[in-house]
């Protein structure tokens, strides 16, 4: 079974379409008026980014605390480019540089209060 998308809600669609077109590697299928777009990466895993004021509210969403999308990377030079990339963005806000978390290495960040990880995969070297 595969994973077919995840629904993340926002306030800025049009933000977050920049967010993870120019710094995560997700390409842009459809964008609906800027209240709704749905994005793929290379894995043909797809990202539903749906506009806060499609649920008729104006504030920002809120997320369980805790609750967090991550990204895995193939090593660490892949999570500081990626860092690189994003810590000059002026709406997101970081934890800390990348640096070991758990057993593997990364960083965490909040685009509008939805909280993302960036790290290198650590089950990559066993056996699944």
């Given at each position: 079974m595969n994973l077919n998308h995840i629904n993340i809600v926002v306030q800025d669609v049009n933000k977050a379409i920049n967010l993870f077109?120019?710094?995560l590697?997700?390409?842009?299928?459809?964008?609906?008026?800027?209240?709704?777009a749905v994005l793929e990466n290379d894995h043909n895993f797809a990202?539903?980014?749906w506009g806060q004021e499609l649920n008729h509210k104006e504030n920002t969403?809120?997320?369980?605390?805790?609750?967090?999308?991550?990204?895995?990377?193939?090593?660490?030079?892949?999570?500081w480019d990626i860092?690189?990339?994003?810590?000059?963005?002026?709406?997101?806000?970081?934890?800390?540089?990348p640096k070991k978390i758990r057993n593997t290495f990364g960083f965490y960040f909040f685009f509008e209060k939805l909280m993302m990880e960036i790290s290198v995969d650590p089950f990559k070297d066993t056996i699944r």
């Open positions: 077109t120019k710094a590697g997700f390409s842009l299928i459809v964008n609906r008026n800027n209240k709704m990202l539903v980014i969403p809120e997320y369980p605390e805790n609750f967090h999308i991550g990204f895995y990377q193939k090593d660490e030079h892949a999570v860092y690189e990339k994003l810590k000059t963005e002026a709406d997101l806000q970081f934890e800390s540089e």
